[in-house]
């Protein structure tokens, strides 16, 4: 294994920091950030030279979609989270990512925890705020560029930028509103979950005890988001729900960031039911990353081996057309701050107890470290050139042509 890597898929990136344009200090307060890269050893899945080299030509020529993560770097001190997230500026990782391999992101912000008007999260003023200031910061660079229709993803790739998908994992914020779907359209949301772990107007969480499936509001919802050219994901639904989800949608419906219940049986994971009717209806499901999820039982030390385990299992269940990567990952303390928001964001409900800890997950700690080493664990293990073009961007790529406005 060669010492230093040529990362492939370089962007042109120009050095440019969050909010620059700003004076820091004067118009708005200064946070230690924690470290973009280097916050954790490097770890490099092992290969051989001949297949990193073909690793970086995957990365350099085919088009690379991460199907979940958050791209924001998180405060050094957690203790200070509540009040940095309470200023409502969430600053991005753009030097890392350029050097991330990836081509399109689905960005997801961190509206579970957008506080600037209340500590509950998901308030429709607070996730507005969080979307237009993030969107101001993208709009003051050129690395990144705003996806709103399927040619600005080739786009990005032609040109060394990247593309991020505006998404939002709960509709929560609409309360009773229909029409907010439209607004948040126009803010450039593209995908939508219809729920977060807890119920909200359209249906169950997949924290609650009972689950009563997705309500007649939320039908209308799924209606009105299929018009507009929103994707549908049902990641945090319950299990009824996000069957009704499925069956209530005329389009694809994608279960972005989550694993198999076959594998660990934990809420978090989806059962084969919802796995297999995602699929049957032509979506895809993203295989997630964040600490203490993808476990197995050969694997209880979360890591890249038992995440893969839920990457398998899910392709023999429904097939390679229907499985893609969204490793729900962050730039800092993932671990650290999930213990932070362990209430606020009922993660521990969907975790066991009896689960090993980890304070990272090797091989998968942040956006730009995931995909070379999910790229390098498909090349290992001998998957053809068209199958990992598959997993890595063209099953998302087809269901977004089939979901978004034409």
Request: charged share 25%.
């Amino acid at each position: 294994m060669t010492e230093v890597i040529k990362q492939g898929n370089k962007k042109v990136y120009d050095g440019y920091k969050s909010f620059q344009y700003l004076e820091a200090g004067k118009d708005f307060k200064v946070y230690e950030l924690a470290k973009e890269v280097g916050r954790v050893p490097a770890y490099t899945y092992p290969v051989s030279d001949d297949q990193e080299a073909y690793v970086q030509s995957i990365l350099e020529e085919d088009l690379i979609i991460s199907m979940h993560e958050h791209t924001f770097i998180a405060p050094q001190d957690l203790q200070e989270f509540y009040e940095f997230r309470r200023q409502g500026r969430d600053f991005t990782a753009f030097e890392a990512l350029s050097q991330s391999g990836l081509d399109v992101i689905f960005e997801n912000f961190m509206d579970g925890t957008a506080m600037i008007t209340s500590n509950a999260g998901w308030k429709w003023s607070d996730v507005i705020h969080d979307l237009g200031i993030r969107f101001s910061d993208i709009a003051h660079q050129d690395m990144v560029i705003k996806a709103e229709r399927i040619e600005d993803l080739a786009r990005a790739k032609q040109e060394g930028k990247i593309a991020f998908v505006g998404a939002l994992e709960s509709a929560s914020m609409i309360e009773n509103e229909l029409d907010r779907l439209d607004v948040l359209y126009g803010f450039g949301i593209r995908t939508m979950g219809v729920c977060y772990s807890e119920s909200n107007m359209l249906g169950s969480g997949l924290r609650e005890p009972n689950d009563a499936g997705l309500s007649v509001f939320g039908k209308q919802a799924v209606e009105r988001m299929n018009k507009l050219g929103i994707t549908v994901d049902v990641s945090h639904a319950g299990d009824q729900t996000a069957l009704d989800t499925i069956e209530t949608s005329t389009k694809p419906v994608t279960i972005n960031h989550a694993g198999a219940r076959g594998v660990w049986d934990t809420k978090r994971m989806k059962p084969d039911s919802v796995i297999k009717a995602c699929a049957e209806k032509g979506g895809v499901i993203g295989i997630e990353a964040a600490p203490h999820s993808t476990i197995s039982e050969s694997h209880p030390y979360h890591n890249i081996d038992s995440f893969m385990e839920h990457f398998e299992y899910t392709v023999n269940l429904v097939g390679i057309d229907h499985v893609a990567f969204g490793p729900d990952t962050l730039f800092g303390d993932h671990v650290g701050l999930h213990d932070t928001l362990s209430g606020q964001l009922s993660i521990k409900s969907a975790q066991k107890s009896s689960m090993e800890r980890v304070e990272y997950v090797k091989g998968l700690e942040n956006p730009a470290e995931c995909f070379p080493n999910i790229v390098r664990w498909l090349v290992a293990k001998g998957y053809s050139r068209e199958d990992i073009q598959k997993v890595t961007g063209g099953n998302i790529l087809r269901v977004l042509k089939e979901t978004w406005a034409k």
